[in-house]
């Protein structure tokens, strides 16, 4: 038996829809990652992108477990001299839920060229509305239910 190894001009690409609300950020972001990676395909095949596109909607509605919303920093550096900068998550989901959702999926994607072409495969607004309606996308049901031990 051969195995079958994906090629990139033979990808089919679909495109999805997640609606965030009262979703774990860290949970959403695990299973948008796998999405855009193709992990969720038979055909999955690790040096070739055979990804999907996906929309998710209603970011602003996403919640964070425990004291994240105050402890969480966002950190980013300027580039200039004494340019660190650090923003409490509760703000940076008040004034820009759809950056704290990109930077939550941007972390679980490789950290390579593929990766960066995978996170252009994703839109993130913080309403319900989308302009991705022409592109017909299925709707992505995520399992947001806590593990019980």
Known sequence: MKTYMAKAEEVQRKWYVVDATDLVLGRLASN????????????????????????????????????????????????????LKQIQYKKLMEEKPEKAVLLAVKGMLPKNSMGRNQLKRLRVFAGAEHPHIAQKPEELVIDAKKKEN
Do not use: Q
């Open 32 to 83: 948008v990652a796998n999405v855009l990676r193709g992990k969720n395909k038979p055909t999955y095949t690790p040096s070739v992108d055979t990804g999907d596109f996906v929309i998710i909607v209603n970011c602003d509605k996403v919640r964070l477990t425990g004291k994240k919303l105050e402890k969480k920093f966002h950190t980013y550096h300027t580039g200039y001299v004494g340019g």
